[in-house]
């Protein structure tokens, strides 16, 4: 059960990096993230969702090689609660995408 929540939320932050650059670069929609709109100033747009997501995806990587030490049902219920948050962020990022 653990492995696929931590693979569902890896692949939920991929999903939003790649919605976040559609929507910020071609539909002229503003970021509400404060550190990506620092990081976009100082670097541009696809190196910050770039970096951003990376450390996101080290440390789910770390979650992952880790998950056979998780035996908590506060781990399950924090995993399922990222699986349910990103994945109405990223639904959320698509609607905004397609009605621009």
Known sequence: MYALLI???GLLQVADG???????????LEE????????????????????????GLAF??????DRHKM?????????????AFYSWVVTNNVILVIES
């Open 7 to 9: 693979i569902l939320f």
């Open 18 to 28: 790649i919605v976040t650059y559609l929507g910020l670069s071609s539909s002229g």
């Open 32 to 55: 509400v993230n404060p550190v990506l709109n620092f990081c976009a100033g100082l670097v541009g747009l696809g190196y910050s969702i770039f970096a951003i997501k990376a450390a």
């Open 60 to 65: 789910i990587a770390f979650l992952f090689m």
């Open 71 to 83: 035996k908590s049902r506060w781990i399950k219920a924090t995993l399922t609660s990222a699986v």
